[in-house]
């Protein structure tokens, strides 16, 4: 068995061209979708997310903000911004990118930014909106994920997914989507006796854990739905992910692969969740 393969890319321009098509409706109603990204520090890694962020608005016609603060901007000061753009009407999403310098309390830091501008999905109303099945806003991996599922029709009900991950940034949060389709779901992590047990009897698994080849083909029932959240280097320097995939795409019926599979989906439900801000906006507004 060959897997297919789920194609990251590809899904990504397809919902992004429906993206730009309801930012230009949105246009004519008077509303500019606009997302405001705030980098503090200098680590490399994300100065690159935060530019693919950006590029991304502008493809689909979003308006974007970019503030960069050098590594002692205080938390002070930082709280201070996200107060001023929770303020300012123009401003729909924002996004302050993570990890922060450790002088700054992020949790602080994501519990100021509203809710109703919480695009990355990390409030603790998002989570809770999540939790109790509310609408509000997902977090943007593991919403990728889902319309990844979405994509090839692959229908939940009933099936056993396995999280393997437990973070509140993905391992959690995907738990609960998977739950909400009406999967029977098993999050697994590092505490966890005998991870192949659980993996073997899994029709779908989503590897998040940001280690490599923490999910070989001898721990994958054949046929399964395998999504692969990690991003590591192999011993060349080349970006891979969680699972063995060379391996895996052997025995999967279908699989995401390391780059080109979940990771452009992140971006693109970043951009879904401040346009749907943004028509929650104008709604509020009373706009016709």
Not at 11 to 28: D, F
Not at 122 to 133: D, K, P, Q, R, Y
Not at 173 to 182: H, I, V
Request: include cysteine; charged fraction near 20%.
């Amino acid at each position: 068995m060959t897997a297919r393969i789920i194609d990251g890319n590809a899904l990504s321009r397809q919902l992004r061209a429906g993206i730009a098509e309801r930012t230009v409706a949105l246009k004519t109603r008077g509303i500019a979708p606009g997302l405001a990204v705030i980098l503090v520090g200098d680590d490399p890694a994300s100065a690159v997310y935060v530019r693919n962020k950006v590029k991304a608005c502008d493809d689909c016609g979003l308006v974007s903000v970019l503030e960069k603060h050098k590594a002692d901007f205080t938390e002070a000061e930082l709280l201070g911004r996200v107060r001023a753009l929770n303020d300012d009407p123009s401003i729909h999403g924002i996004l302050v990118q993570l990890p922060l310098p450790p002088h700054i309390d992020a949790q602080k830091v994501i519990e100021s930014i509203s809710p109703a501008k919480d695009v990355d999905g990390f409030h603790i109303a998002s989570a809770g909106a999540l939790m109790t099945g509310l609408p509000g806003f997902w977090p943007c991996t593991p919403y990728g994920c889902m319309k990844m599922l979405e994509s090839i029709e692959f229908d939940l009900r009933g099936k056993h997914a396995v999280v393997i991950g437990r973070s509140n940034i993905v391992g959690k949060p995907m738990a609960l989507m998977l739950l909400q389709k009406n999967a029977t779901v098993t999050i697994c992590h590092s505490a966890t006796v005998d991870l192949k047990a659980h993996t073997l009897q899994a029709d779908v698994i989503v590897a998040a854990v940001g280690k490599r080849n923490v999910l070989t083909a001898d721990m994958v029932k054949p046929g399964a739905v395998v999504l692969d959240v990690g991003m590591n280097r192999n011993d060349e320097g080349k970006l891979c992910g969680d699972v063995d995939f060379a391996g895996v795409s052997e025995v999967a019926g279908a699989i995401t692969p390391v780059p080109g599979g979940v990771g452009p989906m992140t971006i693109t439900m970043l951009l879904m969740n401040t346009l749907q801000a943004a028509e929650q906006a104008a709604a509020a507004a009373g706009l016709p």
